[in-house]
């Protein structure tokens, strides 16, 4: 089996300030995502990658930039941390389109 | 855009009594619906996936499915008070990217 990594657990920034959020996995998955978890409401999908240097934007894109150098890791960026953006971020990877999609165990981001 | 409503918010079942929770979603050419579960401040665990109308079963999970009428059902048998978490819905369609829609999720409680 394998797993997702993503780091750190905890994140607590300022607001208006620039802030990165990694992930790592070690299935050997094409397909990595990043989702964004808010209290009482759905994830919604951030960026999602389908193989190394790719860059795919999900609905809630603006505001963050993503970068994939290699094929197990994906990065996340919040460009300017404002206060609602507190939330967890989920980051995920599959094998491809339709398979089965693992996820890592969150970054709790805190703006402050 | 795909939407996906989850009912209800939460519910509190005792132990033993079976457990139903309800997803519905707006669009029908969906063909792709999976039930996560999350314990607090922990990450997703896929229950069970559901491809075609009617039911799947996974251990003490069993998922229905009826495009028709929009609705995928979670029915959990026998729940323990391990159970207790937050379960999401989410619902996908083979053409594109695998753009997984999640509900907000309904709080299951199992009481002793």
């Known amino acids: 089996g394998g797993i997702i990594t993503q780091t750190p657990k905890f994140l607590i920034g300022q607001e208006g300030q620039k802030l990165t959020l990694k992930c790592q996995q070690n299935?050997?998955?094409?397909?990595m995502y990043w989702y964004r978890q808010d209290s009482g409401k759905g994830l919604r999908l951030i960026y999602y990658?389908?193989?190394?240097?790719?860059?795919q934007k999900g609905d809630l894109s603006e505001g963050y930039d993503a970068s994939r150098e290699k094929k197990s890791s994906f990065s996340l960026t919040v460009t300017s941390a404002q206060k609602n953006e507190m939330a967890v971020f989920l980051c995920?990877?599959?094998?491809?389109?339709?398979?089965?999609?693992?996820f890592g165990k969150g970054t709790r981001l805190t703006v402050v | 855009q795909q939407k996906v409503q989850q009912s209800p918010e939460s519910l509190t079942v005792s132990e033993g009594a079976m457990a139903s929770l309800n997803c519905t979603f707006s669009?029908?050419?969906?063909?792709?619906f999976r039930w996560y579960r999350q314990h607090s401040g922990k990450g997703l665990e896929v229950l069970v996936s559901i491809f075609s109308d009617g039911e799947k079963e996974e251990g003490s999970f069993t998922a229905h499915l009826n495009r028709a009428s929009l609705h995928v059902f979670l029915h959990i048998r026998e729940p323990q008070p391990s159970d207790s978490a937050l379960y999401l819905c989410a619902v996908s369609m083979s053409t594109g990217y695998q753009n997984f829609y999640f509900g907000k999720g309904t709080s299951l409680t199992v009481i002793p």
């Open positions: 299935f050997n998955h094409d397909t």
């Open positions: 995920a990877s599959s094998i491809g389109g339709h398979t089965e999609v693992f």
């Open positions: 990658s389908i193989t190394e240097n790719d860059l």
């Open positions: 669009d029908r050419s969906s063909d792709n």
